[in-house]
Nanobody, 126 residues
Framework: HVQLVESGGGSVQAGGSLRLSCEAS????????MGWLRQAPGKQREGVAS???????KYAESVEGRFTISKDNAKNTLYLQMNSLKPDDTAMYFC?????????????????????WGQGTQVTVS
């Protein structure tokens, strides 16, 4: 049974920081790629950051330099460190995982590449 459970969301003032975590049960992190995606009310889900098995990453332009994605294979946990938060970062943040061969070595922000999803954690920046 595979499961992704996010935590760490909350409300923060602009300029503040949050760290999201995603516990991945039933996955082997060095055999999959993972990502953080977000969806704001009335908007489409968008990729924020992605990481593949060898640690290579990709970021959306809007978060480049402010957000950092990382993972701890031993703890089966994915992280997203978010600094210098802006009101535009307000959204539900989802952890996602995938194992499609094409993307195993290519970090992707494409939501269609992911097959496993967490329930989401809300981030509100005021």
């Amino acid at each position: 049974h595979v499961q992704l459970v996010e935590s760490g969301g909350g409300s923060v003032q602009a300029g503040g920081s949050l760290r999201l975590s995603c516990e991945a049960s039933g996955y082997t992190l060095d055999r999959i790629y993972m990502g953080w995606l977000r969806q704001a009310p009335g908007k489409q889900r968008e990729g924020v950051a992605s990481i593949v098995s060898d640690g290579r990453t990709k970021y959306a332009e809007s978060v480049e330099g402010r957000f950092t994605i990382s993972k701890d294979n031993a703890k089966n946990t994915l992280y997203l460190q978010m600094n210098s938060l802006k009101p535009d970062d307000t959204a539900m943040y989802f952890c996602a995982a995938g194992s499609t061969g094409y993307f195993l070595g290519r970090p992707t922000l494409n939501s269609g590449a992911y097959s496993g999803w967490g329930q989401g954690t809300q981030v509100t920046v005021s």
